[in-house]
Protein backbone atom coordinates (compact mmCIF):
# COMPACT_ATOMS: atom_id res chain seq x y z
CA UNK A 1 0.00 0.00 0.00
CA UNK A 2 2.56 2.18 1.00
CA UNK A 3 4.46 1.75 -2.42
CA UNK A 4 1.41 2.53 -4.42
CA UNK A 5 1.09 5.90 -2.78
CA UNK A 6 4.53 6.53 -3.05
CA UNK A 7 3.93 5.84 -6.84
CA UNK A 8 0.81 8.24 -6.75
CA UNK A 9 2.83 11.15 -5.56
CA UNK A 10 4.69 10.65 -9.03
CA UNK A 11 8.31 9.06 -7.17
CA UNK A 12 8.19 5.68 -8.61
CA UNK A 13 7.27 4.07 -11.76
CA UNK A 14 4.62 2.40 -10.29
CA UNK A 15 2.73 5.96 -10.41
CA UNK A 16 3.23 5.71 -14.47
CA UNK A 17 2.17 2.30 -14.80
CA UNK A 18 -0.89 2.83 -12.66
CA UNK A 19 -1.73 5.87 -15.14
CA UNK A 20 -0.81 4.12 -18.33
CA UNK A 21 -3.25 0.99 -16.92
CA UNK A 22 -6.13 3.74 -16.57
CA UNK A 23 -5.20 4.96 -19.88
CA UNK A 24 -5.39 1.98 -21.81
CA UNK A 25 -8.90 1.19 -20.24
CA UNK A 26 -10.25 4.82 -21.10
CA UNK A 27 -9.02 4.45 -24.36
CA UNK A 28 -10.88 0.46 -24.61
CA UNK A 29 -14.15 1.74 -23.16
CA UNK A 30 -14.36 4.64 -25.79
CA UNK A 31 -17.28 4.63 -28.20
CA UNK A 32 -15.34 6.52 -31.17
CA UNK A 33 -18.05 6.43 -33.62
CA UNK A 34 -19.91 8.15 -30.71
CA UNK A 35 -17.26 10.72 -29.89
CA UNK A 36 -17.01 12.30 -33.10
CA UNK A 37 -20.41 13.48 -32.84
CA UNK A 38 -19.55 15.24 -30.10
CA UNK A 39 -17.69 18.85 -29.14
CA UNK A 40 -14.20 19.01 -27.84
CA UNK A 41 -15.94 20.42 -24.88
CA UNK A 42 -17.98 17.51 -24.09
CA UNK A 43 -16.05 15.00 -24.98
CA UNK A 44 -13.68 16.59 -22.44
CA UNK A 45 -16.04 16.00 -19.78
CA UNK A 46 -17.08 12.75 -20.62
CA UNK A 47 -13.65 11.45 -20.66
CA UNK A 48 -12.65 13.65 -17.28
CA UNK A 49 -15.82 11.75 -15.59
CA UNK A 50 -14.83 8.39 -16.87
CA UNK A 51 -11.33 9.00 -15.85
CA UNK A 52 -12.47 10.20 -12.05
CA UNK A 53 -14.33 6.82 -12.15
CA UNK A 54 -11.93 4.73 -12.72
CA UNK A 55 -9.98 6.65 -10.43
CA UNK A 56 -12.35 5.85 -7.59
CA UNK A 57 -12.40 2.12 -7.96
CA UNK A 58 -8.68 1.32 -7.53
CA UNK A 59 -8.43 -1.01 -4.84
CA UNK A 60 -6.23 1.38 -2.87
CA UNK A 61 -7.75 4.50 -1.41
CA UNK A 62 -6.54 8.09 -3.36
CA UNK A 63 -7.02 11.08 -1.39
CA UNK A 64 -8.96 13.75 -3.72
CA UNK A 65 -5.75 15.65 -4.50
CA UNK A 66 -4.18 12.40 -5.44
CA UNK A 67 -7.11 11.18 -7.48
CA UNK A 68 -7.02 15.01 -9.17
CA UNK A 69 -3.49 14.44 -10.13
CA UNK A 70 -3.94 11.34 -11.90
CA UNK A 71 -6.97 12.83 -14.09
CA UNK A 72 -5.24 15.39 -14.53
CA UNK A 73 -2.40 13.41 -16.09
CA UNK A 74 -4.42 11.11 -17.88
CA UNK A 75 -6.34 13.98 -19.68
CA UNK A 76 -2.39 14.99 -20.88
CA UNK A 77 -2.29 11.60 -22.05
CA UNK A 78 -5.27 11.82 -24.15
CA UNK A 79 -5.05 15.69 -24.96
CA UNK A 80 -1.66 16.45 -24.22
CA UNK A 81 1.87 15.51 -23.85
CA UNK A 82 1.97 13.17 -21.32
CA UNK A 83 4.17 13.05 -18.82
CA UNK A 84 6.31 16.30 -20.38
CA UNK A 85 3.32 18.59 -20.48
CA UNK A 86 4.96 20.50 -17.84
CA UNK A 87 7.80 20.86 -19.53
CA UNK A 88 6.48 21.69 -22.99
CA UNK A 89 4.63 24.79 -20.62
CA UNK A 90 7.85 25.86 -19.31
CA UNK A 91 9.04 29.20 -21.16
CA UNK A 92 12.83 28.63 -19.56
CA UNK A 93 12.75 24.85 -21.17
CA UNK A 94 14.45 25.44 -24.88
CA UNK A 95 15.14 21.77 -25.62
CA UNK A 96 13.35 18.21 -24.28
CA UNK A 97 15.40 15.29 -24.54
CA UNK A 98 14.50 11.52 -24.04
CA UNK A 99 16.87 9.29 -24.37
CA UNK A 100 14.30 5.91 -23.26
CA UNK A 101 11.95 5.52 -21.29
CA UNK A 102 13.68 6.03 -18.31
CA UNK A 103 15.59 9.07 -18.91
CA UNK A 104 14.21 12.70 -19.64
CA UNK A 105 16.80 15.85 -20.11
CA UNK A 106 16.16 19.12 -20.81
CA UNK A 107 18.34 22.39 -21.63
CA UNK A 108 17.09 25.81 -19.76
CA UNK A 109 18.94 28.47 -20.31
CA UNK A 110 22.21 26.63 -22.48
CA UNK A 111 22.38 24.11 -19.63
CA UNK A 112 21.21 20.65 -19.63
CA UNK A 113 19.42 18.94 -16.80
CA UNK A 114 18.29 15.68 -16.09
CA UNK A 115 14.37 15.33 -14.93
CA UNK A 116 12.71 13.12 -12.31
CA UNK A 117 10.17 12.74 -15.38
CA UNK A 118 9.61 8.66 -16.80
CA UNK A 119 7.82 7.17 -18.79
CA UNK A 120 6.34 3.87 -17.80
CA UNK A 121 8.20 1.38 -20.38
CA UNK A 122 9.02 1.15 -24.09
CA UNK A 123 5.32 1.05 -25.12
CA UNK A 124 4.40 4.13 -23.44
CA UNK A 125 6.68 6.53 -25.01
CA UNK A 126 6.23 4.90 -28.29
CA UNK A 127 2.30 5.18 -27.53
CA UNK A 128 3.70 8.98 -26.88
CA UNK A 129 5.60 8.95 -30.20
CA UNK A 130 2.92 7.88 -32.68
CA UNK A 131 0.16 10.24 -31.27
CA UNK A 132 2.62 13.66 -31.60
CA UNK A 133 3.46 11.84 -35.34
CA UNK A 134 0.14 11.20 -36.12
CA UNK A 135 -0.75 14.57 -35.27
CA UNK A 136 1.92 15.84 -37.54
CA UNK A 137 0.70 13.90 -40.16
CA UNK A 138 3.52 11.65 -40.17
CA UNK A 139 4.38 8.19 -40.20
CA UNK A 140 6.99 6.33 -37.91
CA UNK A 141 7.59 2.28 -38.03
CA UNK A 142 10.61 -0.45 -38.67
CA UNK A 143 10.10 0.28 -41.83
CA UNK A 144 10.58 3.94 -41.76
CA UNK A 145 12.36 4.49 -37.81
CA UNK A 146 13.22 8.47 -38.28
CA UNK A 147 10.51 10.77 -38.58
CA UNK A 148 11.33 15.16 -38.18
CA UNK A 149 8.31 16.96 -37.50
CA UNK A 150 6.55 20.43 -36.67
CA UNK A 151 4.32 19.99 -33.43
CA UNK A 152 1.01 22.47 -33.80
CA UNK A 153 2.92 24.81 -31.29
CA UNK A 154 5.29 25.30 -33.51
CA UNK A 155 7.82 23.18 -32.04
CA UNK A 156 10.11 20.82 -33.74
CA UNK A 157 10.13 17.43 -33.25
CA UNK A 158 12.48 14.31 -33.89
CA UNK A 159 11.93 10.58 -33.16
CA UNK A 160 14.09 7.46 -33.82
CA UNK A 161 12.92 4.23 -33.02
CA UNK A 162 14.26 0.68 -32.57
CA UNK A 163 15.88 -1.07 -34.44
CA UNK A 164 18.18 2.07 -35.25
CA UNK A 165 17.92 3.56 -31.86
CA UNK A 166 19.35 1.01 -29.27
CA UNK A 167 18.72 2.45 -26.02
CA UNK A 168 15.34 2.46 -27.06
CA UNK A 169 13.01 5.17 -28.61
CA UNK A 170 14.32 8.07 -28.55
CA UNK A 171 12.92 11.62 -28.51
CA UNK A 172 14.76 15.18 -29.23
CA UNK A 173 11.93 18.25 -29.06
CA UNK A 174 13.41 21.55 -29.96
CA UNK A 175 11.11 24.28 -28.54
CA UNK A 176 10.81 28.10 -30.02
CA UNK A 177 9.47 30.17 -27.61
CA UNK A 178 5.64 32.73 -28.14
CA UNK A 179 7.68 35.68 -27.52
CA UNK A 180 9.86 36.27 -30.91
CA UNK A 181 13.06 37.21 -29.42
CA UNK A 182 14.71 40.38 -31.22
CA UNK A 183 17.98 41.64 -32.12
CA UNK A 184 17.91 43.58 -29.11
CA UNK A 185 17.41 40.77 -27.05
CA UNK A 186 20.65 39.21 -28.55
CA UNK A 187 22.58 42.66 -27.45
CA UNK A 188 21.04 42.30 -23.93
CA UNK A 189 22.34 38.41 -23.89
CA UNK A 190 25.97 39.24 -24.83
CA UNK A 191 25.57 37.69 -27.84
CA UNK A 192 26.74 40.60 -30.21
CA UNK A 193 27.18 44.86 -29.73
CA UNK A 194 24.87 47.07 -30.59
CA UNK A 195 27.27 48.16 -33.72
CA UNK A 196 27.05 44.84 -35.03
CA UNK A 197 23.43 45.03 -34.77
CA UNK A 198 23.03 48.44 -36.60
CA UNK A 199 25.46 46.86 -39.45
CA UNK A 200 22.98 43.75 -39.64
CA UNK A 201 20.23 45.86 -40.12
CA UNK A 202 22.25 47.45 -42.79
CA UNK A 203 22.91 44.53 -44.39
CA UNK A 204 19.20 43.54 -44.58
CA UNK A 205 17.77 47.14 -46.08
CA UNK A 206 21.13 46.89 -48.68
CA UNK A 207 20.01 43.49 -49.96
CA UNK A 208 23.44 42.17 -49.17
CA UNK A 209 23.12 38.56 -49.56
CA UNK A 210 23.32 36.90 -46.11
CA UNK A 211 24.78 33.60 -44.53
CA UNK A 212 24.75 32.42 -41.24
CA UNK A 213 26.84 29.57 -40.37
CA UNK A 214 27.72 27.51 -36.99
CA UNK A 215 26.52 24.63 -35.15
CA UNK A 216 24.26 22.48 -33.85
CA UNK A 217 21.72 24.68 -31.67
CA UNK A 218 24.51 27.94 -31.80
CA UNK A 219 20.92 30.18 -32.98
CA UNK A 220 21.64 30.19 -36.48
CA UNK A 221 17.47 30.14 -36.80
CA UNK A 222 17.08 32.52 -34.31
CA UNK A 223 19.23 34.99 -35.69
CA UNK A 224 17.86 34.94 -39.05
CA UNK A 225 14.50 35.60 -37.79
CA UNK A 226 15.50 38.69 -36.10
CA UNK A 227 16.98 40.05 -39.36
CA UNK A 228 14.31 38.97 -41.14
CA UNK A 229 12.06 42.08 -38.98
CA UNK A 230 13.68 44.79 -41.33
CA UNK A 231 12.96 43.13 -44.80
CA UNK A 232 10.56 45.89 -45.70
CA UNK A 233 6.88 45.08 -46.55
CA UNK A 234 6.82 45.79 -49.89
CA UNK A 235 8.96 42.82 -50.75
CA UNK A 236 7.84 39.38 -51.45
CA UNK A 237 9.22 36.69 -49.21
CA UNK A 238 9.62 32.89 -50.27
CA UNK A 239 10.71 30.64 -47.50
CA UNK A 240 12.31 27.22 -48.12
CA UNK A 241 12.46 24.84 -45.28
CA UNK A 242 12.78 21.08 -44.60
CA UNK A 243 10.76 21.59 -41.30
CA UNK A 244 9.46 25.33 -41.21
CA UNK A 245 11.31 27.20 -38.48
CA UNK A 246 11.40 30.55 -39.67
CA UNK A 247 8.58 33.32 -38.61
CA UNK A 248 8.37 36.06 -40.68
CA UNK A 249 5.97 38.95 -40.46
CA UNK A 250 5.75 41.02 -43.27
CA UNK A 251 2.80 40.98 -45.60
CA UNK A 252 3.31 39.00 -48.13
CA UNK A 253 5.53 35.93 -46.96
CA UNK A 254 4.86 32.30 -48.97
CA UNK A 255 6.27 29.65 -46.69
CA UNK A 256 7.31 26.45 -48.03
CA UNK A 257 8.17 23.07 -46.78
CA UNK A 258 9.39 19.96 -48.29
CA UNK A 259 7.47 16.82 -48.49
CA UNK A 260 8.83 12.98 -47.85
CA UNK A 261 7.74 9.94 -49.90
CA UNK A 262 4.87 8.09 -49.21
CA UNK A 263 4.65 3.94 -48.06
CA UNK A 264 5.38 3.51 -52.34
CA UNK A 265 8.68 5.79 -51.78
CA UNK A 266 7.10 8.39 -54.30
CA UNK A 267 6.04 11.96 -54.05
CA UNK A 268 9.03 13.34 -52.12
CA UNK A 269 9.44 16.95 -52.73
CA UNK A 270 12.86 18.40 -52.24
CA UNK A 271 14.68 21.81 -51.01
CA UNK A 272 15.67 21.86 -54.80
CA UNK A 273 12.15 21.39 -56.16
CA UNK A 274 11.49 24.03 -54.20
CA UNK A 275 13.85 26.67 -55.20
CA UNK A 276 13.30 25.79 -58.68
CA UNK A 277 9.75 26.61 -58.17
CA UNK A 278 10.70 29.54 -56.39
CA UNK A 279 12.44 30.92 -59.08
CA UNK A 280 8.93 31.27 -60.91
CA UNK A 281 6.67 32.91 -58.02
CA UNK A 282 8.58 36.08 -58.41
CA UNK A 283 10.47 36.53 -55.51
CA UNK A 284 11.92 40.00 -54.30
CA UNK A 285 14.00 37.68 -51.66
CA UNK A 286 14.15 33.77 -51.10
CA UNK A 287 14.79 32.68 -47.30
CA UNK A 288 16.48 28.74 -47.78
CA UNK A 289 15.79 27.71 -43.62
CA UNK A 290 19.58 25.49 -43.74
CA UNK A 291 21.20 24.64 -46.86
CA UNK A 292 22.24 21.05 -46.58
CA UNK A 293 23.20 19.78 -50.32
CA UNK A 294 22.23 19.70 -53.73
CA UNK A 295 19.96 22.63 -53.51
CA UNK A 296 22.96 25.07 -52.70
CA UNK A 297 23.21 25.41 -56.45
CA UNK A 298 19.96 26.97 -57.22
CA UNK A 299 20.39 29.51 -54.14
CA UNK A 300 23.07 31.03 -55.15
CA UNK A 301 21.79 31.12 -58.73
CA UNK A 302 18.93 32.99 -57.13
CA UNK A 303 21.67 35.71 -55.58
CA UNK A 304 23.15 35.75 -58.44
CA UNK A 305 20.27 36.80 -60.95
CA UNK A 306 18.46 39.67 -59.19
CA UNK A 307 17.01 38.14 -56.19
CA UNK A 308 19.32 40.54 -53.79
CA UNK A 309 18.86 40.22 -49.78
CA UNK A 310 18.22 36.67 -50.00
CA UNK A 311 19.64 34.32 -46.66
CA UNK A 312 19.85 31.32 -45.74
CA UNK A 313 22.00 28.92 -42.61
CA UNK A 314 24.91 26.49 -43.27
CA UNK A 315 26.84 24.11 -40.83
CA UNK A 316 30.01 25.02 -40.43
CA UNK A 317 32.95 25.63 -37.56
CA UNK A 318 34.06 28.58 -39.26
CA UNK A 319 33.58 31.48 -41.68
CA UNK A 320 35.82 30.51 -44.17
CA UNK A 321 34.95 26.70 -43.59
CA UNK A 322 31.22 27.94 -44.64
CA UNK A 323 32.58 29.31 -48.16
CA UNK A 324 34.26 25.21 -48.70
CA UNK A 325 30.97 23.78 -47.97
CA UNK A 326 28.80 25.77 -50.69
CA UNK A 327 31.68 24.57 -52.78
CA UNK A 328 31.49 21.47 -52.09
CA UNK A 329 27.72 20.95 -51.88
CA UNK A 330 27.80 22.58 -55.93
CA UNK A 331 29.98 19.58 -56.25
CA UNK A 332 26.84 17.02 -55.46
CA UNK A 333 24.59 18.82 -57.34
CA UNK A 334 26.15 17.11 -60.19
CA UNK A 335 27.18 20.00 -61.86
CA UNK A 336 30.37 19.38 -63.22
CA UNK A 337 32.27 22.69 -62.67
CA UNK A 338 36.07 23.36 -62.50
CA UNK A 339 37.10 24.47 -58.55
CA UNK A 340 37.72 28.31 -59.64
CA UNK A 341 34.56 28.78 -61.29
CA UNK A 342 32.49 27.26 -58.64
CA UNK A 343 34.78 29.58 -56.06
CA UNK A 344 33.95 32.41 -58.37
CA UNK A 345 30.83 31.25 -58.85
CA UNK A 346 30.25 31.53 -54.71
CA UNK A 347 31.86 35.12 -54.37
CA UNK A 348 29.45 36.69 -56.90
CA UNK A 349 26.78 35.41 -54.57
CA UNK A 350 27.41 35.56 -51.15
CA UNK A 351 28.11 39.01 -49.64
CA UNK A 352 28.72 38.76 -45.99
CA UNK A 353 28.96 35.27 -43.73
CA UNK A 354 27.92 35.79 -40.38
CA UNK A 355 29.59 32.96 -37.85
CA UNK A 356 27.40 32.01 -34.55
CA UNK A 357 29.14 29.85 -32.05
CA UNK A 358 27.45 28.27 -28.44
CA UNK A 359 29.88 28.73 -25.61
CA UNK A 360 30.17 25.97 -22.86
CA UNK A 361 28.31 27.74 -20.64
CA UNK A 362 24.89 27.70 -23.10
CA UNK A 363 26.00 31.20 -24.04
CA UNK A 364 25.89 32.14 -27.84
CA UNK A 365 28.77 34.64 -29.90
CA UNK A 366 28.69 35.49 -32.75
CA UNK A 367 32.08 35.36 -33.44
CA UNK A 368 32.61 36.96 -36.43
CA UNK A 369 30.53 38.99 -39.23
CA UNK A 370 32.60 39.08 -42.79
CA UNK A 371 32.73 40.11 -46.29
CA UNK A 372 33.47 37.65 -48.91
CA UNK A 373 35.39 39.96 -50.99
CA UNK A 374 36.66 37.65 -54.02
CA UNK A 375 39.31 35.37 -54.51
CA UNK A 376 43.31 35.98 -54.56
CA UNK A 377 45.11 33.25 -56.46
CA UNK A 378 42.33 31.24 -56.64
CA UNK A 379 41.79 31.32 -52.50
CA UNK A 380 38.80 33.07 -50.53
CA UNK A 381 39.62 36.70 -49.67
CA UNK A 382 37.40 37.73 -47.08
CA UNK A 383 37.76 40.37 -44.80
CA UNK A 384 36.47 40.67 -41.22
CA UNK A 385 34.18 43.46 -40.38
CA UNK A 386 33.26 42.65 -36.50
CA UNK A 387 35.20 39.94 -34.29
CA UNK A 388 34.75 38.39 -30.78
CA UNK A 389 38.08 37.26 -29.11
CA UNK A 390 38.17 35.56 -26.12
CA UNK A 391 40.65 35.84 -23.24
CA UNK A 392 40.80 32.30 -22.00
CA UNK A 393 39.77 33.79 -18.80
CA UNK A 394 36.35 32.55 -16.87
CA UNK A 395 34.91 35.57 -14.54
CA UNK A 396 31.43 33.98 -12.59
CA UNK A 397 31.74 31.06 -14.61
CA UNK A 398 31.17 32.85 -17.63
CA UNK A 399 34.20 33.49 -20.31
CA UNK A 400 35.47 36.29 -20.92
CA UNK A 401 36.02 38.31 -24.08
CA UNK A 402 35.02 41.18 -26.47
CA UNK A 403 33.90 42.26 -29.57
CA UNK A 404 35.71 44.43 -32.15
CA UNK A 405 35.61 46.55 -35.52
CA UNK A 406 38.24 45.69 -37.62
CA UNK A 407 38.37 48.41 -39.65
CA UNK A 408 36.91 47.24 -42.75
CA UNK A 409 34.21 49.07 -44.50
CA UNK A 410 32.02 46.56 -46.20
CA UNK A 411 32.15 47.46 -50.37
CA UNK A 412 28.81 46.06 -50.45
CA UNK A 413 27.61 49.24 -48.47
CA UNK A 414 27.40 50.38 -52.42
CA UNK A 415 24.18 49.14 -52.56
CA UNK A 416 23.04 51.56 -50.05
CA UNK A 417 24.44 54.34 -52.17
CA UNK A 418 22.72 53.21 -55.00
CA UNK A 419 19.74 53.51 -53.36
CA UNK A 420 20.52 56.91 -52.53
CA UNK A 421 21.49 56.43 -48.60
CA UNK A 422 24.00 58.41 -47.61
CA UNK A 423 26.58 55.90 -46.15
CA UNK A 424 28.69 58.71 -44.99
CA UNK A 425 26.65 58.47 -41.82
CA UNK A 426 27.31 54.79 -41.52
CA UNK A 427 31.19 54.80 -41.72
CA UNK A 428 31.89 55.58 -37.81
CA UNK A 429 30.23 51.89 -37.06
CA UNK A 430 33.62 50.81 -39.25
CA UNK A 431 36.32 52.42 -37.34
CA UNK A 432 38.59 50.09 -35.42
CA UNK A 433 38.15 49.98 -31.51
CA UNK A 434 36.79 47.63 -29.53
CA UNK A 435 33.23 47.49 -28.85
CA UNK A 436 31.43 48.63 -25.23
CA UNK A 437 28.00 47.24 -24.75
CA UNK A 438 26.50 50.52 -24.82
CA UNK A 439 28.32 51.22 -27.80
Not at 17 to 34: A, C, E, G, Y
Not at 287 to 298: C, S, T, W
Not at 403 to 425: V, W
Request: proline share 4%; net charge negative.
Amino acid sequence: MSDILEAVSGETQDFYRLKTDLHRQIIDLIDFSRAETLSEQDLRSQLRSLAEYLCSRQAVSLTSEQRETIVSQLMDEIYGFGPIEGLMTDPAVSDILINGPERVLVERRGVLETTPIRFADADHLMQFIHRLVGRAGRRIDESSPMVDARLPDGSRFNAIIPPLALAGPTVSIRRFGNRRIQLEDLIDLGSMAPAMADFLVLAVQGRMNVIVSGGTGAGKTTLLNCMSRFIPDSQRVVTIEETAELKLQQIDVVSLETRLPNLEGRGAVTQRDLLRNALRMRPDRIIVGEARGAEVLEMLQAMNTGHDGSMSTLHANDARETLDRLELMIALSGVDLPSRIARQYVCNAVDIVIHVIRLFTGERRITKISEVSGLNNGEWKMDDIFVYRSTGEVREGRPAGSFFATGHQPLALRRLAMAGTNIEQFLPLFEPRELSPGD
